[in-house]
């Protein structure tokens, strides 16, 4: 009787007759559906004709950005990170006896040259983004599509956080500017080499190592690798443990903790990087430590191992398919805040990067860790005592008045909180946590790139009324903030107390999340949530005929009690029927 194997490493030493075996158990439980949710993987190309995606992905699904280079995957990499985002976690579906299912498929555009080709010059790396993005979408133009790409230039960073001409025609090619198709795309924060340990230790040398290039985007989600497991059986790595423990920062995610602080927080998230084995100063990559996944030589080895943010960013593409396919009518930055609205920070990562309750500790694990890691079910399901609200809006920021431009409109969100529920809890611990989303359109050419204020088309915030404050002292309140944020310091009093993050962490980039925590009581009178724009170059540059446009986003607010008894959900719903939700539109007064 052999115990179940719960290592990449037992399958990828099997001989490839016993690995046929397993992968014909998992072909028969195997269901794929028709759909129209694909995740497009930018990389060096797959191999579709692996047994376990021959049936995900399509001929007619297999793209190259130059014919020459044909469709094959030379490299191996793209083909394993077809395989992450497939099934996610191969070995627990390869050991399960359960049906499996699979609710979207795969694409394939090839963006690297093979070996034998010429490299692709750095100022047409977005070039040719773009242009892998759009191959896919005139074969597939219907498709609900996430865009996954595991490819870095480490060598082409700006030093300070500041946009660089990749991330830059990333986040145009997201917001849609160009042809008004908003997308949803993720990006691999990039890869710190265990050589670079040598010197320095971790997780040092994670803060030092920071996020490449296009890790930068203001609209990518960006994705960073934190460890699921830390344990060593293999005897041959006697005397070797791991170096990150359970669930903590993996020793390969870069970081933007050395970033200026005005530019985004990144990674965004963390998935499954995988870790590294150590013994004393030598580090070495264990494929007891990796993820199993599918092998692109696949006639003489069917399993192959990957780590780091590339298989990050392959689990984080698939979670994203598993809201798409449940929510179809979600806009990508819907999807986006549902994300980060269910990350969680572990207990390792908010013991080694978050010591106090000091700004500066938090600031710190918010750019090494991002907001933690997405949980599926949050994401996707309800539950009596942990409720979501999500809405999906547009608001125009500025106007023209005679020969001034100026702020224009806010929105006033009404909480359907069971203020009846909440009396009853009391002092009860509960938790509300805001998430906005919402995409920027990039300054055309590079002007002002080197200030956030001229890189962005606006910004967006958000705010939640204090305790006591009314409705009208709340639309004051906020619309003082406007005036006083023509240079958007990120301060001002909104009851930051109150929150995880504050106004100064939270309130860079175009992804906004934050943590209320009190008594219940108090927050059944918090229940007008506030959005409102800051200033942008559609604003600063209204020459540009930019300054009328709208900007839409989602807003997604989620209210949890720890006892599984109280139930929310019911009041609710019952609250939200017997009224229109529509949100408030008001003019901002004496717009700046």
């Known amino acids: 009787i052999k115990r179940t194997p719960e290592t990449a490493e037992f399958f990828v030493n099997q001989h490839i007759s016993e690995q046929k075996k397993w992968i014909e158990n998992l072909v028969s439980r195997l269901t794929v559906k028709q759909t129209d949710t694909t995740i497009c993987i930018l990389d060096t190309g797959v191999n579709n004709e692996h047994p376990l995606l021959k049936n995900i992905l399509r001929e007619s699904d297999l793209h190259s950005v130059e014919q020459s280079w ?37 694409e394939s555009v090839k963006i690297l040259p093979p070996r034998n080709k010429p490299t692709t010059k750095a100022e047409l790396f977005g070039a040719v983004t773009e242009q892998a993005v759009y191959q896919a979408e005139i074969e597939r133009p219907n498709a609900k599509r996430i865009i996954c790409m595991a490819v870095t230039a480490d060598k082409y960073n700006t030093d300070n956080g500041s946009p660089t001409s990749w991330s830059a025609a990333l986040d145009n090619l997201i917001s849609g500017a160009t042809d008004h198709n908003k997308r949803l795309f993720f990006v691999s924060a990039g890869n710190v080499n265990p050589i670079e340990f040598s010197d320095i230790s971790y997780p040092e040398v994670n803060i030092l190592h920071p996020v490449e290039s296009p890790g930068q985007s203001w609209n990518a989600i960006t994705v960073g690798a934190y460890s699921k497991k830390a344990t060593l059986e293999n005897p041959d790595l006697t005397g070797y443990s791991a170096v990150a423990d359970a669930l903590g920062l993996s020793p390969f995610s870069s970081t933007s903790l050395k970033w200026d602080k005005k530019w985004p927080n990144k990674p965004d998230i963390l998935c499954d990087g995988g870790n590294l084995a150590r013994s004393e100063n030598f580090y070495t990559q264990s494929d007891e430590l990796s993820l199993l996944s599918t092998e692109a030589a696949f006639h003489t080895h069917l399993f192959t191992t990957i780590h780091g943010t590339s298989s990050a960013v392959a689990q984080a593409s698939w979670i994203a398919a598993q809201i798409l396919e449940k929510y179809p009518q979600f806009w990508p930055e819907t999807v986006r805040a549902l994300m980060i609205d269910s990350a969680e920070w572990s207990s390792d990562m908010l013991d080694k990067f978050c010591k106090s309750d000091r700004k500066i500790d938090k600031r710190t694990l918010l750019r090494t860790c991002g907001y933690g890691i997405p949980n599926i079910e949050t994401a996707l399901w309800t539950s009596n005592n942990s409720v979501s609200m999500i809405i999906q809006s547009e608001l125009q920021p500025f106007t023209k008045d005679k020969d001034r431009y100026k702020t224009k409109e806010m929105h006033i969100h009404n909480l359907p909180w069971p203020k009846d529920v909440l009396k009853e809890l009391g002092a009860l611990q509960v938790t509300m946590r805001v998430t906005l989303s919402y995409y920027i359109e990039p300054g055309p050419g590079e002007i002002g790139w080197k200030d956030r204020y001229r890189y962005a088309s606006c910004g967006l915030r958000f705010d939640v009324n204090n305790t006591n404050e009314t409705i009208e002292d709340f639309k004051k309140r906020i619309n003082i903030a406007v005036r006083d944020d023509e240079k958007d310091s990120g301060e001002g009093d909104s009851g930051s ?21 009190g008594n219940a009581i108090d927050l059944c009178e918090c229940n007008y949530i506030g959005i409102y724009p800051t200033i942008g170059w559609w604003r600063e540059r209204a020459y540009l005929g930019r300054y009328n446009r709208k900007v839409r986003y989602a807003l997604v607010v989620s ?5 599984q008894t109280v139930d929310l959900y019911t009041p609710i719903m019952t609250e939200i029927k017997n009224r229109v939700s529509v949100p408030i539109e008001v003019s901002i007064k004496n717009g700046f």
């Open 70 to 106: 044909g469709t094959n995957d030379h490299d191996g990499h793209g083909t394993a990170i077809a395989g992450i985002a497939t099934y996610f976690d191969l070995v627990d579906c390869l050991v399960s006896d359960t049906p499996v299912e699979i609710g979207h498929e795969i």
């Open 497 to 517: 107390s109150r929150w995880f993050l504050g106004k100064t962490l939270r309130d860079v980039g175009s992804l906004h999340s934050d943590i209320w925590q």
């Open 559 to 563: 209210l949890r009690t720890p006892p």
